[in-house]
């Protein structure tokens, strides 16, 4: 799926004045916030208001909240919670990051940058599950797990309270480039660059079904054949 966003949305290289490929982007469950991730390694918070109001589209708006820093490598996924309290951001650092909102630090600057964000964003939890990069993540409907997977070939499932993980599912042979959780919580399914989906029970985290036959012929390597 493509997104065409307005030309104020955008990752740019303070140096080269160049604007950087956006991987990612989430909407905040209530509307108000767009959440990017970027080949510059940064997580950046916009402001929906300027996109759904052309009164508050002017220079004196707040359109950029925060640019969150805390990346080493490009940010490939960047998903809210579904409560909107959490943001989670995947990386080709080999890390991903739980976000929440710091609504004593409006006003401060972003980790090494001149920027000042309007809204401050602390790093709550550093999840090191993977040993390459994290390609995608998903949150649990009630947001009881969140999980992430790579090309290590792995699935790492934490828990949505502790951020403790709580279990690693080694099944793929490939790269796994989707994961997505079905509407009630009791199955994660995986999609892998070795031509299958995985499909895992919550109760046990066992393997539940392997799906093969829809993908026999598919190209190894698109990411936009994936879980959704």
Same mark, same amino acid.
């Given at each position: 799926?493509?997104?065409?966003?307005? +030309?104020?949305?955008?990752?740019?290289?303070?140096?080269?004045?160049?604007?950087?490929?956006?991987?990612?982007?989430?909407?905040?469950?209530?509307?108000?916030?767009?959440?990017?991730?970027?080949?510059?390694?940064?997580?950046?918070?916009?402001?929906?208001?300027?996109?759904?109001?052309?009164?508050? +589209?002017?220079?004196?708006? +707040?359109?950029?909240?925060?640019?969150? !820093?805390?990346?080493?490598?490009?940010?490939?996924?960047?998903?809210?919670?579904?409560?909107?309290?959490?943001?989670?951001?995947?990386?080709?650092?080999?890390?991903?990051?739980?976000?929440?909102?710091?609504?004593?630090?409006?006003?401060?600057?972003?980790?090494?940058?001149?920027?000042?964000?309007?809204?401050?964003?602390?790093?709550?939890?550093?999840?090191?599950?993977?040993? !390459?990069?994290?390609?995608?993540?998903?949150?649990?409907?009630? +947001?009881?797990?969140?999980?992430?997977?790579?090309?290590?070939?792995?699935?790492?499932?934490?828990?949505?309270?502790?951020?403790?993980?709580?279990?690693?599912?080694?099944?793929?042979?490939?790269?796994?480039?989707?994961?997505?959780?079905?509407?009630?919580?009791?199955?994660?399914?995986?999609?892998?660059?070795?031509?299958?989906?995985?499909?895992?029970?919550?109760?046990?985290?066992?393997?539940?079904?392997?799906?093969?036959?829809?993908?026999?012929?598919?190209?190894?390597?698109?990411?936009?054949?994936?879980?959704?």
């Amino acid at each position: 799926m493509s997104v065409i966003l307005p +030309d104020w949305v955008a990752h740019v290289d303070p140096e080269k004045k160049k604007r950087q490929t956006i991987f990612s982007v989430d909407a905040h469950p209530d509307g108000t916030r767009i959440a990017t991730g970027g080949l510059d390694a940064k997580v950046r918070i916009w402001a929906t208001g300027p996109l759904l109001d052309e009164k508050q +589209d002017n220079d004196q708006a +707040d359109k950029l909240l925060s640019t969150l !820093s805390r990346h080493a490598g490009s940010v490939l996924v960047v998903r809210w919670s579904r409560s909107g309290t959490y943001l989670a951001s995947g990386s080709d650092d080999t890390v991903a990051l739980v976000w929440e909102l710091d609504p004593s630090g409006a006003g401060s600057f972003a980790f090494g940058s001149s920027e000042k964000n309007v809204e401050t964003y602390r790093c709550s939890r550093r999840l090191t599950g993977h040993e !390459s990069d994290v390609t995608d993540l998903a949150w649990s409907p009630h +947001d009881e797990f969140l999980a992430t997977v790579g090309l290590d070939s792995k699935v790492c499932v934490y828990s949505g309270y502790s951020f403790e993980r709580i279990r690693k599912l080694d099944g793929h042979q490939g790269f796994v480039k989707g994961v997505v959780w079905d509407s009630v919580g009791h199955f994660l399914a995986s999609a892998s660059d070795d031509k299958t989906v995985k499909v895992w029970r919550v109760s046990d985290w066992g393997l539940e079904a392997e799906v093969k036959a829809p993908f026999i012929t598919s190209p190894n390597s698109p990411f936009f054949r994936r879980p959704s």
